[in-house]
């Protein structure tokens, strides 16, 4: 009686990280043992994000959720009351709006579990992340391992010369690095 009249706690939790630190690999994890516990789960991702599906979230170490790709932050509103989790990846790609969406859905009642990159291959804060962090109620910023030296590593070194801000790829374009080595990487 007691839990059938209790509201749910609504919640945002934030995965960051670099490329290659297990962002995505840590959001699956969580949402399938969310699924575990019979709680409805729901996915997006941004639509642009087509590395290793159109349709499933895969991480680099090739795990997978299915998910629903969307070009909008504003269409995860659109989802049943009877869902208790919401995963999102990549969420370096979605406009600020994110922020606002999140905060609705989680004021709804619902745990809402995000990964993203929290800085561009610049070093420089990455879309809407740092704002996500700053409303979220819990943060776990996960870290690589430098391939120039063995320490872990925080920074996703572009290996193109590129100066777009968004080129997807994998270790064929960026390699993580630690502050030192990404430095003396950025001196060149």
Known sequence: MFL???KKAGSIEVIC???FSGKTEELIRRMKRAQFAKLNIKIFKPCI???YSEDEVVSHDCH???STPIDSA???LDISDSVDVIGIDEAQFFDESIVDVVQALANKGIRVIIAGLDTDFMGKPFGP?????AVAEDIQK????CVKCGSPANHSHRLSKSDQLVVL???DIYEPLCRHCYNEAMKK
């Open 129 to 133: 992340m740092p704002a996500l962090m």
């Open 64 to 66: 997978s959720i299915p």
């Open 4 to 6: 059938e009249n209790a």
């Open 74 to 76: 504003a269409k995860m």
């Open 169 to 171: 790829g994998e270790k």
């Open 49 to 51: 994000d087509v590395r």
């Open 142 to 145: 996960v870290h690589a391992i």
């Open 17 to 19: 990280g670099s490329m």
